[in-house]
Nanobody
């Protein structure tokens, strides 16, 4: 089992920055990919960014150049640095961990609200 705990959400003005953290515990050696997804009211959950154990990353087009995902394997933690935030970035952000056997775990979510 893997448990994920997110932190770092909050309210910020447009143009500001936030940093999300997600700490994994449990059988963390089984985790391959970690990522961040978000879900805005009335919309489907969507990928924001993901990073493999070796450090390969990919991003949603809407956040490229503004968000940076990073990972500390020693601390079993993934981060999402969000810069130049826009009102359309407002959503609940969920941490995701995918094991090598493709089993997926989710965090409880953290609210990010960007005011205009």
């Amino acid at each position: 089992q893997v448990q994920l705990v997110e932190s770092g959400g909050g309210l910020v003005q447009a143009g500001g920055s936030l940093r999300l953290s997600c700490a994994a515990s449990g059988t963390t050696f089984t985790i391959n990919v970690m990522g961040w997804y978000r879900q805005a009211p009335g919309k489907q959950r969507e990928l924001v960014a993901r990073i493999t154990r070796s450090g390969s990353t990919n991003y949603a087009d809407s956040v490229k150049g503004r968000f940076t995902i990073s990972r500390d394997n020693a601390k079993n933690t993934v981060y999402l640095q969000m810069n130049i935030l826009k009102p359309e970035d407002t959503a609940v952000y969920y941490c995701n961990a995918e094991r090598f056997n493709s089993l997926v775990y989710w965090g409880q979510g953290t609210q990010v609200t960007v005011s205009s």
